[in-house]
């Protein structure tokens, strides 16, 4: 269901995670058309309600430059 509603490559990956002490659902894929993007997208669910926090960077190649910025911000993620 992912790939189809976030249409995502075939070679998506996930793997289930913490995101601030919440249980999550990390994906790392390439949008469906586009294979010089990366995405990273963390999915929670809170009182029964689906949040995404996802992340872009294009071109692919610049995806390490960001990578300790994307982790800083996602594990500042609070819900209040």
């Known amino acids: 269901a992912l790939q189809r509603v976030f249409k995502y490559q075939n070679s998506f990956k996930y793997t289930r995670t913490k ?12 949008p469906k058309n586009d294979n010089n993007t990366v995405l990273v997208d963390w999915f929670l ?5 689906l949040y995404r926090l996802s992340f872009s960077v294009s071109p692919k190649d610049n995806f390490p430059k960001y990578k300790s910025l994307f982790l800083a911000m996602a594990n500042s993620f609070e819900f209040i």
């Open 19 to 30: 995101l601030n002490w919440q249980e999550a659902i990390l994906v790392k894929a390439y």
């Open 45 to 49: 669910v809170k009182d029964r309600h």
